[in-house]
C-alpha cells in the first residue's frame, strides 16, 4: 500500500480555530484541517507553510508540533504531522475549499469530518493550550 505524508495546519485565532471543508474528491463537503501533500526534499514545516499560501491565501506562522496521525484509506496509508498555527498576514480566500469557518473546541463534535481528522480533533478534544 502506497503512503503519502501531508502536513495539516491547526490555525488558532484567540480560542477558535479555521477549519475548511472539502470541496472535491470522495470527501467532498467533509471538514479538514487545511494543509497538503509533503513535496520531496521540503521540511514538513516549509511544506504547511507554502501549502495554506497556496490553499488559502494566508502566511502562518508555525507555534508548535502538535501530533502525527497514522491513518489507514482504502487504497493508501496516511501520515499527517499536524501543527498549531497561527495567521500574520494574507487575506483568506478560498482555492481548494467550498467553506471554512473559526469554531471552538467545544463545537468540533458538531461537524462530519474526513475520516482521518477525527483523530486530531480526538488530540485536541484533550489540550489545554488552544
Known amino acids: 500500500m502506497k503512503t ?12 477558535k480555530i479555521l477549519v475548511t471543508r472539502r470541496g472535491y474528491g470522495e470527501f467532498a463537503d467533509m471538514w479538514e484541517f487545511p494543509g497538503g501533500k509533503v513535496e520531496p526534499h521540503e521540511t514538513r514545516e516549509a ?3 507554502r501549502e495554506i499560501k497556496e490553499e488559502l491565501e494566508l ?18 496509508h496516511l501520515t499527517m504531522h499536524c501543527f498549531i498555527s497561527n495567521i500574520v498576514g ?4 478560498l482555492n481548494a475549499h467550498n467553506d471554512a ?8 463534535d458538531s461537524l ?9 480533533v480526538n488530540e485536541l478534544k484533550g489540550l489545554s493550550c488552544i
Not at 502562518?60 to 482504502?74: A, G, H, M, N, R
Not at 469557518?101 to 468540533?108: G, Q, R, V, Y
Not at 462530519?112 to 486530531?120: F, G, K
Request: proline content about 6%.
Open 4 to 15: 503519502i505524508e501531508v502536513v495539516a495546519a491547526i490555525i488558532k485565532q484567540d480560542d
Open 47 to 49: 511544506a504547511l507553510i
Open 59 to 76: 502566511d502562518i506562522t508555525i507555534s508548535q508540533y502538535l501530533t502525527t496521525i497514522d491513518y489507514d484509506y482504502p487504497t493508501f
Open 101 to 108: 469557518k473559526w469554531i471552538t473546541i467545544d463545537e468540533l
Open 112 to 120: 462530519p469530518w474526513v475520516p482521518a481528522d477525527v483523530l486530531v
Open 90 to 93: 494574507g487575506e483568506l480566500r
